[in-house]
């Protein structure tokens, strides 16, 4: 019992009751954590390395998981007269959530489960890969939504033609700024969450949020379906607009695609400017 009490002691005390905070907290050298070196900015040597193409593949079939699962989701609501006897907006919703948080799930250990350009890009801005890997990492998210998006077509191609095959456009009675912003601010929604999720000093501190790093990714997926499919069908990732607009391939498609590249990737760098400069104040902490 004595060991067990101080085993008990320790755990109490392993962390003051009172946290630093403010300049203090930044100046401080008794970490709990310890804090990841940056990744290098090209690093060649991966290209020899198997694990790299391991990632890439497995990048690969989770997209393709994503779209299969969502497209076919978002068919399935579109097709029906009555939206009473489908899953209906809140449906997609959890499809898109679901599937995120059971796909990160399943390859955070082997790629980090991005499974969105946008969330690659993030990461990349904030030095957690290299130049190299996230390029491979979207080259293959998007091969895999193509793919996905192109086996949902084969099963029924008149009704995906005629339903507009998931692809995302402006939905009528909002403007291009408004699809743009809804993208730019989803976008910042996921991929903030995806940064303080799989937060370093997070990790130290809460010995459960490995294990649930995927729930809150795949929430806030959901939120932002539930909030921006009236208005542009929720891109917030290039790879599953780029894969549906491919494979769907008709002129209004591509009027706007361009927005689901801009914005997702202008929410995703604020997302990491934010979280690196402003949470986690990493610049001025390197001077202090």
Not at 26 to 38: A, F, H, L, R, S
Not at 129 to 147: E, K, N, P, W
């Amino acid at each position: 019992m004595e060991g067990k009490e101080e085993d008990v002691k320790l755990g109490a005390n392993k962390y003051s009751e009172r946290q630093p905070i403010g300049t203090s907290a930044q100046m401080t050298e008794d970490k709990d954590y310890k804090e990841p070196p940056p990744a290098p900015f090209f690093e060649p040597g991966e290209l020899k390395s198997w694990s790299f193409y391991r990632a890439g593949i497995a990048e690969f079939m989770a997209t393709f998981l994503f779209l299969y699962i969502t497209i076919l989701t978002v068919m399935g609501v579109v097709k029906s007269p009555s939206k009473c006897t489908t899953v209906g907006i809140q449906g997609i919703a959890w499809a898109f959530g679901g599937m995120i948080f059971a796909l990160v799930y399943c390859t955070a250990g082997i790629s980090g489960g991005h499974i969105n350009p946008a969330v690659t890009f993030g990461l990349l801005l904030a030095r957690k890969l290299s130049l190299t890997r996230a390029v491979f990492y979207m080259i293959m998210q998007c091969l895999g939504a193509i793919c996905g998006a192109g086996v949902v077509k084969g099963y029924q191609k008149g009704l995906y033609m005629t339903q507009g095959g998931g692809a995302n456009v402006v939905a009528p009675g909002y403007t291009k700024g408004s699809g743009l912003g809804a993208e730019i601010i989803g976008t910042f929604v996921l991929v903030y969450t995806v940064f303080s999720a799989t937060d370093a000093k997070r990790n130290a501190r809460d010995s459960h949020v490995p294990i649930l790093a995927p729930l809150p990714t795949g929430f806030a997926v959901f939120l932002v379906h539930l909030a921006t499919i009236p208005i542009t069908g929720t891109g917030i990732n290039p790879a599953r607009s780029l894969g549906a607009a491919i494979i769907y391939n008709r002129d209004h498609a591509w009027d706007d695609h361009w927005i689901f590249w801009v914005g997702p990737f202008v929410g995703a760098a604020l997302a990491a400017m934010y979280h690196q400069i402003v949470i986690r104040a990493i610049p001025f902490k390197s001077r202090s």
